[in-house]
């Protein structure tokens, strides 16, 4: 019998409204059943958010240094747990231990760094224009949180959502995709065992369209906080404009490597084997295309093609492989159409190509780490995002090129460049339209301390992670104490 779960609402484990559920499978090996998950509805999200509203009045009202302890006792609790839930984020999403290993870490550096700011959560204090008076500026939370996540970084970006919401004073709800809904229970139970009041969490399993989409039109929900694609970010973005709600966006990528001739070329391929194959391409900032130069792309296109060839795919549970299966079916079918695609458009297919379906990866969702090079700036596989284990190479004649190549998508993520020269560098930096950019380093990787997101359609201007994620989860109130006795008037009574 198949293990049932539940959603978490008000401090309690609960049964959807309806009996419906949906399976959440292994995607290395689909006869692994994980369990049963609640499909909730409308009356399920109607149900969180009413505990939510109501924990709202007594949370915001706790010191914020108590609710950074709590976040600090759950970042113990994550270490403590880090394997097991390393290995539950394996089972159900696919890609392997190391990087799941690194995902626990992240929320565990994200509970420590946000845990610190319930003594800061600084505002300002100035001197105002009139006498005896006193002006100052404080965050107060927003109120109700929904937050929408990805599969892709089951638990990371939950915590990089949650704890700074929480450390705000809000409450909130989770809505975790459909695949990986057994790291969000995981989650939960250790948010309960870390001593965070009932009400203040709450948990809705199900699809988008019915749970997601009931969040964000929901009236009592203040705030979504959404990271997924850009086409549903798009649906997001417009239902909160209608209802006037703060929605902050985490959307797709479609990130580069650049490679000039002087940069040191071995350096540059390890960083675009992990960029590109790297938890299997599905990394919002993974790396789709590398930007070589002429003169060494032929050298950096073999080196490429002999590592790519060597990479040992299968279950990432198995700690000898190097990339695991795509989430699903329908990924798998994305990309595959994205390889007609490109071969149609003229691109040089050099490597892989088709699904892996050799031996013990028969039952899953694997593919072939692929290739294409001949690639041009404008065809639908250096412009789309494919989410799979695909980069194309394109080649450019100079460094003005590869930034002008670099910036011609509608996204603006991650982005890199590998150079000798500190001059091209600090160019680089300068003028790559993106919210990240590595220099000698790959597109993938972030840390917690600094601001995560992106320009152009990845996102609506805000950044998650650094101290700015507390611009999203808090609201700015400016104080003004008249002491002198009587009525000052601004502007009128300071003018000489
Ligand atoms: P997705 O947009 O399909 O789903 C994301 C979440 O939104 C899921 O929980 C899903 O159930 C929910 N959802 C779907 N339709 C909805 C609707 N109409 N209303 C409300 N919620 C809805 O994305 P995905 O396939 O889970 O994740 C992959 C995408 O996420 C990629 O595009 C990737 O680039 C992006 N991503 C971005 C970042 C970032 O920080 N920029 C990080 C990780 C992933």
Redesign the pocket.
């Known amino acids: 019998m198949a293990e049932q779960f539940k959603n978490f609402i008000d401090g309690r484990w609960s049964a959807a409204q309806a009996a419906k559920t949906f399976e959440n499978r292994n995607p290395a090996n689909r006869n692994d059943l994980i369990g049963l998950f609640p499909s909730s509805s409308g009356e399920d999200v109607d149900a969180a958010v009413a505990a939510a509203k109501k924990t709202f009045a007594s949370w915001r009202l706790v010191p914020a240094p108590k609710r950074g302890e709590i976040i600090f006792r759950v970042g113990e609790l994550l270490r403590k747990h880090k394997e097991a839930l390393a290995r539950v984020e394996t089972r159900e999403m696919g890609k392997v231990l190391k990087e799941t290993r690194g995902d626990v870490q992240e929320g565990i550096d994200c509970a420590f760094y946000v845990a610190g700011e319930g003594r800061r959560l600084f505002g300002e204090t100035t001197p105002a224009e009139l006498p005896n008076k006193f002006a100052m500026s404080v965050r107060t939370p927003v109120g109700v949180c929904a937050l929408?996540?990805?599969?892709?970084?089951p638990l990371a970006?939950p915590t990089w959502k949650l704890f700074p919401a929480l450390i705000c004073g809000n409450t909130v709800i989770l809505?975790?995709?459909?695949?990986t809904p057994h790291t969000a229970v995981k989650f939960i139970e250790i948010l309960n065992e870390a001593g965070v009041p009932p009400g203040v969490v709450n948990l809705v399993h199900g699809?988008?369209?019915e749970?997601?989409?009931a969040?964000?039109r929901h009236r009592d929900v203040q705030l979504v906080s959404?990271?997924?694609?850009?086409?549903?970010?798009r649906?997001?973005a417009a239902?909160c404009g209608e209802n006037l709600k703060r929605v902050s966006l985490?959307?797709?990528?479609k990130n580069a490597q650049i490679v000039m001739e002087d940069a040191d070329l071995d350096l540059a391929v390890e960083g675009a084997l992990w960029g590109a194959f790297g938890t299997t391409g599905?990394?919002?900032?993974a790396t789709s295309r590398l930007i070589v130069h002429r003169d060494v792309a032929k050298k950096v296109t073999e080196m490429l093609v002999d590592r790519a060839r060597k990479i040992k795919i299968g279950d990432g549970l198995d700690e000898s492989v190097e990339m695991g299966p795509l989430?699903n079916d329908t990924?798998r079918q994305k990309v595959l159409r994205y390889i007609d695609i490109g071969k149609q458009e003229g691109a040089r297919l050099i490597i892989g190509g088709a699904i892996h379906d050799a031996g013990a990866c028969a039952n899953g969702y694997f593919f072939q780490p692929t290739i294409f090079d001949q690639v041009k700036p404008d065809m639908r596989i250096a412009q789309e995002?494919i989410?799979g284990p695909v980069l194309s190479i394109i080649e450019i004649t100079s460094f003005d090129q590869a930034i002008e190549v670099l910036n011609g998508t509608r996204y603006g993520?991650s982005s890199s460049i590998y150079t000798a020269d500190v001059g091209r560098a600090f160019r680089a930096m300068r003028d790559i339209e993106a919210g990240i950019t590595y220099v000698n380093g790959p597109t993938i990787g972030a840390e917690v301390h600094l601001p995560?997101?992106?320009v152009k359609d990845?996102?609506n201007g805000h950044r998650?992670a650094g101290t700015t994620v507390y611009d999203i989860f808090s609201e700015w109130k400016s104080i003004y104490v008249d002491y002198s006795g009587k009525l000052q008037k601004a502007q009128i009574d300071s003018v000489e």
Request: hydrophobic share 40%.
């Open positions: 929408i996540t990805p599969w892709n970084f970006i809505k975790p995709a459909e695949d699809g988008g369209e749970v997601g989409a969040l964000v959404f990271t997924g694609s850009a086409a549903v970010g649906e997001i239902a985490e959307l797709g990528g599905q990394r919002c900032t989430i990924a995002e989410f993520l995560f997101g992106g990845t996102g998650e």
